[in-house]
């Protein structure tokens, strides 16, 4: 959250810098880009904070090339191609051109550019955090990913899911303490836009808006103890003993994936917090070659 005392001396720190027309080193400012630290090469030019360009190289589907003859940087995303030319204020994207508040640089080497501009032009979220002086930058899914998101056909719209960007913009501090040999998947029954995530005795839940995912709820159980209440704990067989974040409400049914490290074994059916599974349960003796090949249709259900 942003406190209004940090945002405006953040405005203020950023303000006297405004007339200041050559690269100021930001080594106070903390840039976040897909959830990796930039800790080199921040500059602030004329108020606007900078960044080599290869910060952005973590982006999916992305890519960056460098003209040394004719200094300009060509960035490509999907459908997005993204033009600059060193030293101009405007740049190209998609043929069209655009104004910088700040031109390209090369400093000590480096390929430096306008870090809101480019991030905001390939789709990205900005989001500041003036109490620590962070900037987190946040890729969205490439337009595949969205478009299998959005498929009526649940397999393809969970696996799409599970590839969603993660914002780890207020990273919670909950850890596995056992080392697990499976990972076990759950989704609401028709549902593919939520999910909890079970690695040994960690539970993680996430939620997924505007094509990101970002964890809601986590939970460290108890695995020397057997769940007793009819709520969310009889979904795993344990009680919790530490959570971070609002326990999601109960579904009346969730299909689940069990996958063991190794792929000797994958289970999938739907289960119920009574601790019943349905007659659809089964398991998979061929696994192919593909990302997330666990989850697989269940009989009888249907995205909501």
Not at 116 to 133: N, P, S
Not at 209 to 216: G, R
Not at 233 to 252: I, M, N, R, W
């Amino acid at each position: 959250m942003i406190r209004k005392t940090g945002l405006q001396f953040l405005i203020f720190m950023l303000l006297s810098l405004c007339g200041i027309g050559s690269a100021v080193a930001a080594s106070n400012l903390n840039i976040m880009v897909n959830n990796s630290s930039v800790d080199y090469g921040v500059l602030l030019v004329s108020g606007r904070t900078m960044v080599p360009i290869k910060a952005f190289q973590s982006f999916n589907n992305t890519v960056i090339q460098w003209d040394a003859v004719a200094k300009k940087a060509t960035i490509t995303r999907d459908a997005t191609v993204i033009e600059l030319i060193a030293g101009e204020r405007t740049a190209s994207v998609n043929s069209k051109l655009v104004p910088l508040d700040a031109p390209v640089k090369i400093v000590e080497g480096r390929v430096t550019v306008p870090l809101r501009f480019i991030a905001e032009a390939l789709g990205a979220r900005v989001k500041v955090d003036a109490a620590t002086k962070t900037v987190w930058i946040q890729e969205s899914a490439s337009a595949a990913i969205v478009k299998n998101f959005n498929s009526s056909d649940l397999v393809i719209s969970r696996k799409a899911a599970l590839q969603m960007p993660i914002d780890e913009s207020e990273p919670y501090q909950l850890t596995a303490d056992d080392e697990a040999l499976s990972v076990s998947y759950y989704f609401p029954k028709g549902k593919s836009d939520r999910y909890f995530v079970v690695y040994g005795d960690l539970v993680t839940y996430y939620e997924i808006n505007h094509n990101i995912k970002k964890v809601m709820w986590a939970a460290d159980l108890d695995s020397s103890k057997e769940a007793v209440n009819k709520d969310i704990t009889s979904l795993f067989g344990h009680p919790v003993q530490k959570e971070y974040g609002v326990e999601p409400a109960l579904s009346d049914g969730y299909a689940y994936f069990y996958n063991s490290i190794w792929g000797s074994q994958v289970l999938y059916g739907m289960v119920y917090t009574d601790g019943t599974t349905s007659a659809e349960s089964g398991q998979l003796n061929d696994w192919p070659d593909t990302r997330y090949y666990f989850i697989v249709a269940i009989p009888g259900e249907t995205k909501l």
